[in-house]
């Protein structure tokens, strides 16, 4: 009886497997087809002009990190001394990538028929983090000018007329209902010679960036009235593309996408906050370690003016449109003109996409 029901199940299973091969027979069996690969990211050669500032340190890391090779960028930094070179360079493409201050030479060149896109955050003035400051003569503060208003018939130090240092000092002023009319602004040129004036009792205030606010202090020349941050929000900053670059679409997203990376990582390593208190992310060394590479400065002054940027690199673009009205009204921009003919942020928000949201 066992042995029947052996024979019976082994019959059963030999005329499914029978049926099985009879089926296959008429159908040769098709040959897995291999997976589809992505196509290669061709490499583009981008030319970026740049200053050796704290301030360019996504584009540092970037090259550091590789972000820039991952997105098939050839980064060919172009080195300047000064901002407007680098706008008159990305407007008539001799750079592809410009990174530098914006100021009322920029919007001037626009307002003139020269064509450039700012693209990306560069760095920001932003509440509760020191870049910029208002700083009084030591003196005088100690005499009890210790306020925006008590800056009413003295002479402030800048580097140059029209130039962001220029628009703080007028924004500055405009918060407690005073005018660039009330002062008397010196132009100075360079930051070196605004601390000499400062030192030298040649002026009453300037306008300082860090590290310079706290070697200032530090030496007793200067006390910082207000962080400018801490007054207005504003784009000091940022990331231009030439005409023709913002024309190759896809290399142009690749560049953000890279950026937006860089960004990220230099923001979580530097700018975060605990407690209401910056607090050192673990890439921190490192970050301020590449900064130093690539401008040559002392790690403790670059720790000491770490500027604001948008973790994701995004512009603060209400302020461009800001920016434009108050240079005009001041009679810096011969023309008015609209944010928009300046500003692109579609190619930062495809980029985004492409990089994805942040975690």
């Known amino acids: 009886m066992k042995k029947q029901r052996q024979g019976l199940i082994l019959g059963v299973l030999a005329i499914f497997i029978l049926t099985g091969l009879l089926l296959?027979?008429?159908?040769?069996?098709?040959?897995?087809?291999?997976?589809?690969?992505?196509?290669?990211?061709?490499?583009?050669?981008?030319?970026?002009?740049?200053?050796k500032l704290t301030s360019t340190a996504p584009i540092f890391i970037g090259m550091e990190k590789g972000y820039f090779k991952e997105q098939g960028i050839e980064i060919e930094p172009q080195w300047f001394d000064a901002a407007h070179p680098i706008a008159v360079a990305t407007a008539s493409n001799k750079v592809q990538v410009g990174a530098t201050g914006i100021?009322?030479?920029?919007?001037?060149?626009?307002?003139?028929?020269?064509k450039l896109a700012i693209v990306a955050d560069k760095g920001r003035e932003q509440k509760g983090y020191s870049s910029s400051a208002l700083l009084m003569r030591s003196?005088?503060?100690?005499?009890?000018a210790k306020k925006i208003e008590d800056l009413k018939g003295k002479r402030v130090g800048i580097t140059q007329t029209g130039s962001t240092f220029h628009y703080m000092l007028g924004r500055l002023l405009e918060t407690k209902g005073l005018k660039l009319s009330d002062v008397e602004v010196v132009p100075l040129?360079?930051?070196?010679?605004?601390?000499?004036?400062?030192?030298?009792?040649?002026?009453?205030?300037?306008?300082?960036n860090e590290p310079n606010i706290t070697k200032m202090e530090k030496a007793g020349h200067g006390k910082v009235v207000i962080q400018v941050g801490d007054a207005i929000d504003y784009q000091?900053?940022?990331?231009?593309?030439?005409?023709?670059?913002?024309?190759?679409?896809?290399?142009?997203?690749?560049?953000?996408a890279a950026y937006i990376k860089s960004c990220r990582y230099y923001y979580d390593a530097t700018l975060v906050k605990k407690d209401?208190?910056?607090?050192?992310g673990a890439n921190y060394d490192e970050v301020v370690?590449?900064?130093?590479?690539?401008?040559?400065?002392?790690?403790?002054?670059?720790?000491?003016?770490?500027?604001?940027?948008?973790?994701?690199?995004?512009?603060?673009?209400?302020?461009?449109?800001?920016?434009?009205?108050?240079?005009?009204?001041?009679?810096?921009?011969e023309k008015k003109i609209a944010a928009d003919q300046v500003v692109d942020g579609?190619?930062?928000?495809?980029?985004?996409?492409?990089?994805?949201?942040a975690k």
């Open 103 to 114: 100021t009322a030479s920029l919007f001037n060149m626009v307002s003139g028929g020269q």
């Open 289 to 333: 370690g590449i900064i130093a590479k690539y401008t040559g400065a002392p790690a403790a002054d670059i720790k000491l003016g770490l500027p604001y940027m948008d973790r994701d690199g995004k512009l603060l673009a209400s302020d461009i449109q800001t920016q434009i009205d108050w240079y005009f009204n001041h009679k810096m921009i």
């Open 276 to 280: 209401g208190k910056l607090a050192p």
């Open 236 to 256: 000091t900053s940022a990331i231009f593309f030439s005409p023709e670059f913002s024309k190759n679409r896809d290399a142009a997203v690749r560049f953000l």
């Open 346 to 357: 579609k190619l930062w928000e495809e980029a985004l996409q492409k990089v994805g949201a």
């Open 24 to 51: 296959g027979c008429g159908k040769a069996a098709e040959p897995a087809k291999p997976a589809a690969s992505a196509a290669p990211v061709k490499t583009a050669k981008v030319s970026v002009g740049i200053l």
């Open 139 to 144: 003196d005088l503060w100690d005499g009890g």
């Open 189 to 208: 040129g360079k930051l070196s010679s605004v601390m000499a004036a400062l030192q030298g009792k040649q002026v009453d205030a300037v306008i300082l």
